[in-house]
């Protein structure tokens, strides 16, 4: 995403990122049985990278397994490793980590100890100025890890990870399309613009399996609001909300949501 920016002039905040919603679900479960009721995403998270997906909602148990609800895939340790082969491939590259311990789980013990070992060296420090720094002022560092425990005290103030304050969201439980996207647009009116907010604000174009319903996979669901991504981001415009715009998540990503987020990013710089 960077190769389309001037780094010397884009500030964090002028950023419209791209995200994925439960990005490391490509090995939820077991295949054909219950995969099908937790996965969000088909692709690997090095993969997901590689297509321009720059924020990633990670959920670990308390043995450090990526989960979605009860089901496991493999350790975190594989996330952790693609975004450190990721950083090293690139040098002008930014993500944000999000890592939350999943509802109704313990948090796994020392891990935020264990995951400023391993992220030393890309990990920008928790500090509301950097929302008005260049990118070019950040390097050589390029990675935001937002950890979000469940009982366990938050990161602390200049921390090398950040708390929970700094990346929101408002999330709707529904299977409908229309609610979801009227939903979005209104949580996204009661933020501040992004201009003049100390925290990332994040939208989620996805739609969720209700146990009320007879469809209980994610992608037959999800998929009914995914095409929608391009929509939500002119009707924000059209509202004068696309000043608001700071991230955009969506299960199973495509090109073409990418493009849109890297188009409004353009188009706002521009303006």
Same mark, same amino acid.
């Given at each position: 995403?960077?190769?389309?920016?001037?780094?010397?002039?884009?500030?964090?905040?002028?950023?419209?990122?791209?995200?994925?919603?439960?990005?490391?679900?490509?090995?939820?479960?077991? &295949?054909?049985?219950?995969?099908? /009721?937790?996965?969000?995403?088909?692709?690997?998270?090095?993969?997901?990278?590689?297509?321009?997906?720059?924020?990633?909602?990670?959920?670990?148990?308390?043995?450090?397994?990526?989960?979605?609800?009860?089901?496991?895939?493999?350790?975190?340790?594989?996330?952790?490793?693609?975004?450190?082969?990721?950083?090293?491939?690139?040098?002008?590259?930014?993500?944000?980590?999000?890592?939350?311990?999943?509802?109704?789980?313990?948090? &796994? &013990?020392? /891990?935020?100890?264990?995951?400023?070992?391993?992220?030393?060296?890309?990990?920008?420090?928790?500090?509301?100025?950097?929302?008005?720094?260049?990118?070019?002022?950040?390097?050589?560092?390029?990675?935001?890890?937002?950890?979000?425990?469940?009982?366990?005290?938050?990161?602390?103030?200049?921390?090398?990870?950040?708390?929970?304050?700094?990346?929101?969201?408002?999330?709707?439980?529904?299977?409908?399309?229309?609610?979801?996207?009227?939903?979005?647009?209104? /949580?996204?009116?009661?933020?501040?613009?992004?201009?003049?907010?100390?925290? /990332?604000?994040?939208?989620?174009?996805?739609?969720?399996?209700?146990?009320?319903?007879?469809?209980?996979?994610?992608?037959?669901?999800?998929?009914?609001?995914?095409?929608?991504?391009?929509?939500?981001?002119?009707?924000?415009?059209?509202?004068?909300?696309?000043?608001?715009?700071?991230?955009?998540?969506?299960?199973?990503?495509?090109?073409?949501?990418?493009?849109?987020?890297?188009?409004?990013?353009?188009?706002?710089?521009?303006?």
């Amino acid at each position: 995403m960077a190769q389309h920016l001037d780094l010397e002039k884009t500030r964090v905040k002028d950023i419209i990122w791209p995200g994925t919603h439960d990005s490391a679900t490509d090995k939820i479960g077991l &295949p054909y049985t219950t995969r099908p /009721f937790a996965q969000c995403q088909t692709q690997s998270i090095y993969r997901q990278l590689l297509q321009g997906v720059r924020v990633l909602d990670i959920r670990v148990d308390k043995d450090g397994f990526v989960c979605h609800g009860i089901l496991t895939s493999y350790k975190v340790d594989v996330v952790i490793n693609a975004v450190k082969q990721f950083l090293n491939e690139t040098t002008s590259e930014f993500i944000i980590l999000e890592i939350r311990t999943e509802y109704g789980h313990d948090d &796994p &013990p020392g /891990f935020d100890i264990w995951l400023i070992e391993e992220l030393k060296d890309f990990l920008i420090k928790q500090d509301e100025s950097v929302f008005e720094c260049t990118l070019s002022e950040l390097l050589p560092k390029r990675l935001i890890c937002v950890w979000k425990p469940q009982t366990s005290p938050p990161p602390y103030p200049c921390s090398p990870l950040w708390s929970a304050e700094y990346l929101r969201d408002d999330w709707i439980d529904t299977d409908l399309p229309y609610t979801k996207f009227m939903s979005n647009l209104y /949580f996204l009116a009661e933020q501040p613009p992004a201009d003049e907010r100390c925290y /990332f604000y994040r939208v989620e174009n996805t739609c969720t399996p209700q146990a009320s319903s007879a469809i209980a996979c994610v992608k037959p669901v999800t998929s009914r609001i995914r095409p929608y991504a391009r929509l939500f981001i002119s009707q924000a415009y059209k509202r004068g909300l696309g000043d608001y715009l700071q991230i955009l998540s969506s299960d199973f990503v495509e090109d073409d949501f990418i493009d849109a987020c890297i188009g409004a990013t353009l188009g706002r710089l521009e303006d």
